[in-house]
């Protein structure tokens, strides 16, 4: 088991919601949702571009293709309200305790299209000479 993988227990609380992994149909047969799952998190655990998915998971196009549909069907957004619906049942989350990140970093005045100081100094001291 990896850093980044499910335990039997969180995959459990998952598996209830993932489309069927048999679909019926002919050819090669679906991936383990387990699997795919897993190499999931590890990209986005890690940073990582898709084609670096370690081999463990599966060939990155599938992993990739899989995370796409369900991202475009919506299994993700379903998978987080009901993970938040059980936790707001177990009162496992806390509503008094808040944190926002307000750190900003200022960029300078030539990053938005002024001119920079130095440029517009060189300029005037050439067309003098």
Same mark, same amino acid.
């Given at each position: 088991m990896s850093r980044?993988?499910? *335990?039997? %227990?969180? !995959?459990?609380?998952?598996?209830? !919601?993932? +489309? +069927? %992994?048999? *679909?019926?149909?002919?050819?090669?047969?679906?991936?383990? =949702?387990?699997?795919?799952?897993?190499?999931i998190f590890w990209i986005l655990r890690s940073g990582a571009p898709w084609r670096?998915? +370690? %081999?463990?998971?599966? +060939?990155?196009s599938t992993v990739y293709g899989r995370y796409r549909q369900w991202k475009n069907n919506g299994l993700f957004q379903t998978l987080l309200d009901a993970l938040e619906a059980r936790a707001r049942r177990g009162d496992k989350i806390d509503f008094e305790f808040a944190a926002v990140d307000g750190s900003t970093i200022?960029? =300078?005045? *030539?990053?938005?299209?002024?001119?920079?100081k130095g440029l517009r100094h060189r300029k005037a001291k050439n067309d003098r000479g």
């Open positions: 980044y993988d499910l *335990s039997d %227990e969180e !995959f459990a609380l998952l598996e209830a !919601f993932l +489309p +069927p %992994e048999r *679909s019926g149909k002919r050819g090669k047969p679906y991936r383990c =949702h387990r699997m795919v799952l897993n190499g670096y998915l +370690p %081999e463990c998971y599966g +060939p990155w200022r960029a =300078h005045k *030539s990053a938005a299209g002024a001119q920079k």
